[in-house]
C-alpha cells in the first residue's frame, strides 16, 4: 500500500496569532505545518484518513499529501 507525506496545520492556531493571541488549547507551532505519514490506497483515502486525527472541525488544514516511492 502506497505512503503519503501529509503536511497540516491549524488555522485557528494562525488567526489568533495574527491578532497577537494564542490558542487555548494548542500550541503555537500549530501555525506551522507538521508533516505525518500515512499508509492508504489513494491521496483521497489518506485525506480521509488524517482528517479522523486532526478534524477540519476543529480548525486542522490539509495543506499538501505527497506521495513517497
Request: aromatic share 10%; hydrophobic share 35%; proline share 4%.
Amino acid at each position: 500500500m502506497p505512503r503519503y507525506s501529509i503536511g497540516v496545520y491549524n488555522a485557528q492556531v494562525r488567526a489568533k496569532l495574527a491578532d497577537g493571541e494564542r490558542h487555548r488549547q494548542l500550541s503555537d507551532d500549530w501555525a506551522d505545518i507538521h508533516y505525518f505519514d500515512i499508509t492508504a490506497d489513494n491521496p483521497e483515502q489518506a485525506r480521509l484518513r488524517i482528517h479522523q486525527r486532526y478534524p477540519m472541525e476543529q480548525g486542522y488544514v490539509v495543506a499538501s499529501i505527497d506521495r513517497e516511492d
